[in-house]
Structure formats: structure tokens, C-alpha cells
């Protein structure tokens, strides 16, 4: 007998206690990860050892960008497909990898278990009247983990816009619901430097218009 959505309705505690030692987290990527959760998942660490987090891209200074070095790499190793611009003291303290590839193989290793993925932790919008959860602003290799993984633990988050296509996974397809209303992640402007006006000013000048 399947579960309904209100069956699957657990604490974050709940939630993160199912995760197994030595197994490998998979956490929804950059401004769609689940803040809530990974919180959790830190207020938990002496539950853990061995576990391997792998994430695509997360904004550096967010929660799971430090994880690895609270830790110190015994109770979590986080593995990162792109290099963000503040890795890399993490990974001369082998604390934290990189694990370089095309982002198009990506699903594919996963759902074919080259890369295993026990757990996924995503974040998506509340369900619509048909049972299925938007991915919302983050879909790229989050969707294919979340179909590949073994247990799918998902925050459900009004702040998460629903966008069309097919970034959508159904209510059948999770095996943990977490509510938690919480702001996005958000990227940040540049700080703007004064040099940079006068450096486009003298390169605008040495480009004729119509050029390519």
C-alpha cells in the first residue's frame, strides 16, 4: 500500500536519522539547496562517519561548503563536481574533492550506478493537486539524483517558485517530507571597483562598432 503525502511527513531529525554510515549524500545544488536539511544533517554529525557528500555546485560560505571543515573529514567527505571559487584550501586539506567531469555524463553515472547515490537531499515547491513536487530554480543534475538515489529526502519550501518543464519528481517517488518555510539562497552582486569603468571606457575605445 503507498503512502500518502501526509504519511511521509517527518521531522528534519527523523529525516536525517535514516542516513546510514558510510553511505553517500547527494545535496541539491547552489540556490536550490535544502538549508534546512543540511543544517540538520550538521547538528547530527557524531551520528556519522565515512559519509560521502557530494554536491554540483554550492554557493562557498554556505553550510554545506563547511561542513567538511567543522568535521575535519571524519564524519563527512564532501566531493564537488565544479570547483567553486573557495575550495581550494578545503582541498589541499583533504578535507573536501573535486571529482572534474562533463555535467551532461552526470545523470547518467548516476542512474546507472557508476556513482552510486544512497540519499538525495533536494528542495522543491509544495505539490501540486497531481502529487508532483517543482524542482523549481535548480533542476540541472539534482532531478537525475533524485530519480537514481535509494532514499529521496525532500524539503518542501513555499519560498520555491514553481518553473515549467520537467524538473518535477512525484510525492510516489520520496520516501521523507520535510515542511520548513525558510528564504532561498540568493547570489549576490559583485562588489563594483572603481578601475573598472576606466578599463571599459579604454577598451570600448579600441572596438569599432559592428565588430565581432
Avoid at 527523523?14 to 541539491?28: C, E, M
Avoid at 565544479?82 to 584550501?89: D, T
Avoid at 542512474?111 to 538525495?120: E, K
Avoid at 508532483?132 to 519560498?159: C, K, R, Y
Wanted: charged letters at 20%; aromatic letters at 8%; a negative charge.
Amino acid at each position: 500500500m503507498k503512502k500518502s503525502y501526509s504519511d511521509k511527513v517527518v521531522s528534519a531529525e527523523t529525516a536525517i536519522r535514516s542516513i546510514s554510515r558510510g553511505k553517500r549524500v547527494f545535496i541539491g545544488s547552489y540556490c536550490g539547496e535544502p538549508q534546512h536539511l543540511v543544517s540538520a544533517l550538521i547538528d547530527h554529525t557524531d551520528h556519522f562517519s565515512d559519509v560521502e557528500v557530494v554536491r554540483f555546485l554550492n554557493l562557498e560560505g554556505s553550510l554545506m561548503g563547511l561542513v567538511a571543515d567543522e568535521t575535519r573529514g571524519r564524519n563527512y567527505h564532501v566531493r564537488s563536481i565544479y570547483q567553486g571559487s573557495g575550495m581550494i584550501r578545503g582541498l589541499t586539506a583533504s578535507r573536501r574533492f573535486l571529482t572534474p567531469m562533463n555535467l551532461y555524463t552526470v545523470p547518467s553515472l548516476f542512474l546507472q550506478r557508476h556513482i552510486p547515490v544512497h540519499y538525495a537531499l533536494i528542495q522543491t515547491a509544495p505539490p501540486d493537486d497531481f502529487g508532483w513536487l517543482n524542482l523549481g530554480i535548480s533542476v540541472d543534475i539534482t532531478l537525475a539524483a533524485a530519480h537514481a538515489a535509494d532514499v529521496v529526502i525532500v524539503q518542501v519550501n513555499p519560498h520555491m517558485p514553481v518553473v515549467p518543464g520537467y524538473g518535477m519528481i512525484h510525492v510516489d517517488e520520496v520516501d521523507f517530507i520535510v515542511e520548513h518555510e525558510e528564504e532561498l539562497l540568493s547570489v549576490y552582486p559583485t562588489p563594483k571597483i572603481a578601475c573598472t569603468d576606466r578599463i571599459a571606457k579604454l577598451l570600448s575605445s579600441l572596438i569599432e562598432d559592428g565588430s565581432t
